[in-house]
């Protein structure tokens, strides 16, 4: 496809080992999956903050953030949650190139989505991380206030109500948030992304 549209890459001349280098540490995409209300932008935000605070370059690609800008066109239809789920995946790609150690926050709810991730990132940059919490709990928080609406039917197509959500089969870490406190969470997200990112 490239080479009819005569689109060629340029070849710079730093290199992602030379960012890394620069940084003192490896990038890498830490992809969270999990029921809304799971946990999963408060964790990251957390973790990011830590890693900042360690001098380590960090940064939440949140599924909330990115709708109002990169895919603010998207809606929530079948295609348009592949193409949310690709453009993510393409920019933390690039944001791997430039060192950085991503953590992807989205429901990602089906197989298919989490495995286009995987192969756009490439396996062995990819990181599942499933956070678990049961829907009853998820509900309860109801932080935004959307399960009430989906159960209600104002909201469709709503995971754990209306949609499903396809539990991971081999996640590489599991954090389950109704059996943890937010700190032990953080903390063991935090030593598992150290443990893939020193060198
Ligand atoms: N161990 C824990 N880890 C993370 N969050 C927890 C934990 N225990 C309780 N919570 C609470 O659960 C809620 C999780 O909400 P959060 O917005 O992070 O979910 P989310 O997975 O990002 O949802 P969404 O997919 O809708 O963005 C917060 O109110 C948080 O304080
Ligand atoms: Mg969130």
Redesign the pocket.
């Known amino acids: 496809m490239s080479s009819e549209r005569n689109v060629l890459k340029y070849r710079g001349k730093v290199f992602r080992g030379d960012r890394e280098k620069l940084n003192g540490h490896r990038s890498a995409v830490f992809w969270f999956t999990?029921?809304?209300?799971?946990?999963?932008?408060?964790?990251a935000h957390e973790v990011e903050k830590k890693l900042f605070d360690l001098s380590m370059r960090a940064y939440v690609f949140d599924?909330?953030n990115v709708r109002h800008g990169l895919c603010g066109d998207l809606s929530f239809s079948p295609a348009a949650r592949t193409e949310n789920i690709r453009r993510i995946a393409e920019v933390s790609k690039l944001f791997t190139e430039n060192g950085t150690i991503c953590m992807c926050?989205f429901?990602s709810p089906l197989k298919k989505y989490r495995q286009m991730a995987r192969e756009i990132i490439g396996k062995m940059d990819f990181y599942e991380i499933y956070?678990t919490c049961p829907l009853e709990v998820c509900e309860r928080?109801d932080?935004?206030g959307?399960y009430k609406l989906a159960r209600e039917g104002k909201i469709k197509n709503y995971t754990g109500i209306s949609a499903s959500y396809e539990t991971p089969e081999a996640p590489d870490l599991v954090?389950d948030?109704d059996k943890?406190?937010?700190e032990?969470?953080v903390g063991r997200v935090k030593e598992f992304i150290l443990g893939k990112i020193s060198f």
């Open positions: 999990g029921l809304s209300g799971s946990g999963k932008s408060t964790i599924g909330d926050a429901i956070i928080r932080v935004k959307y954090i948030t943890e406190t937010l032990e969470s």
